[in-house]
């Protein structure tokens, strides 16, 4: 099968493009970054979504599935910027899919799109609505995207569309909005709460993303790794120290004193779960997650050279 993943040289975009080659799919790489050292099976196109190169690959590839990786987080851009590429990004991969006759589409969301709210559900379904827009403003791009990505089930009912929500990612690369948050030695927290975090080893991640491929899945399917664990544990294990902070103060001094830079709405996400049920993708796919939370978290406390 001829694969066209967008955002390839991401740390995850890299490890799907591994496991399609490994499965023998052909893969088109399309991403503003380069990939120098790509590997033998994957065929890169430096361009942006959104513009007419990125389309001729379309024309000129016919991928027969699209597996869209390029959305960013409030930490990598701008309020303004994020809209275009996440929402405005999206709209072009499913606008490409239907007009050069894509058989399936992927959209790789995130699991905070249900939001963290002291009313919440400990366990999200997928059925569930997004509260992420009032409790978190700065996720209202990537909460469109995904809500618009959904909307491709109906809009364009020839294209296999599936919208995965996968939990924070993990692991030695150190990368992703989790692993920003604990790349420090010390970890803000709200004092008097302490949440459960759910994650997913990036490997896991990937491997879940081409199985939903394989398995030609459709419809929306919440992902994720091992148990959810206390904030406080994952603190510890990683080998960080927690630095409580009286919720009044939490935004004045996140970003100063060698704390992560995090957005107002952050707070909410330190004090409140985001537990999601991934059962439906489980029974869909048999999937089973080979690493478990004590492996998860160790492997994102070893530093590999790879990434670095």
């Known amino acids: 099968m001829k694969v066209l993943v967008t955002g390839i040289a991401s740390r995850i975009g890299r490890m799907v493009a591994a496991q399609l080659v490994a499965r023998d799919h052909q893969v088109l790489g399309v991403d503003r970054r380069t990939w120098p050292d790509a590997p033998p099976g994957v065929e890169m196109f430096r361009a942006d979504i959104r513009k007419r190169p990125a389309e001729d690959v379309f024309r000129t590839r ?51 799109f249900y939001g963290a709210d002291a009313e919440s559900a400990l366990y999200h379904t997928e059925a569930e609505p997004p509260m992420a827009v009032t409790t978190y403003p700065d996720l209202a791009d990537l909460v469109a995207a995904d809500l618009f990505a959904g909307s491709a089930l109906w809009r364009y009912p020839d294209i296999d569309t599936v919208v995965l929500r996968i939990a924070y990612l993990l692991g030695p ?16 927290t709200v004092l008097g709460f302490d949440p459960l975090f759910q994650f997913i080893h990036e490997k896991d991640a990937s491997r879940a993303i081409v199985l939903a491929l394989d398995k030609r899945l459709r419809g929306v399917f919440n992902v994720c790794g091992p148990s959810p664990v206390p904030l406080s544990l994952l603190i510890e294990a990683t080998g960080r120290t927690s630095f409580p902070v009286l919720e009044p103060l939490f935004n004045r001094v996140t970003g100063r004193f060698g704390l992560p830079s995090l957005p107002d709405g952050a707070v909410n996400h330190v004090k409140y779960p ?24 160790q492997a994102f406390s070893t530093v590999d050279d790879r990434w670095q």
């Open 62 to 112: 016919q991928p027969d599935a699209v597996i869209h990786l390029a959305t960013v987080t409030h930490l990598s851009r701008r309020a303004e910027e994020r809209y275009r590429i996440n929402l405005g990004g999206t709209q072009t991969v499913f606008e490409h899919c239907r007009n050069y006759d894509v058989d399936q589409a992927i959209f790789v969301g995130r699991h905070t």
């Open 173 to 188: 690369s150190r990368a992703g909005t989790l692993a920003n948050y604990l790349r420090g030695p010390r970890v803000p």
């Open 274 to 297: 985001v537990v999601v049920d991934d059962s439906a993708f489980r029974e869909a796919t048999g999937f089973e997650h080979n690493y478990d939370e004590v492996q998860t978290m």
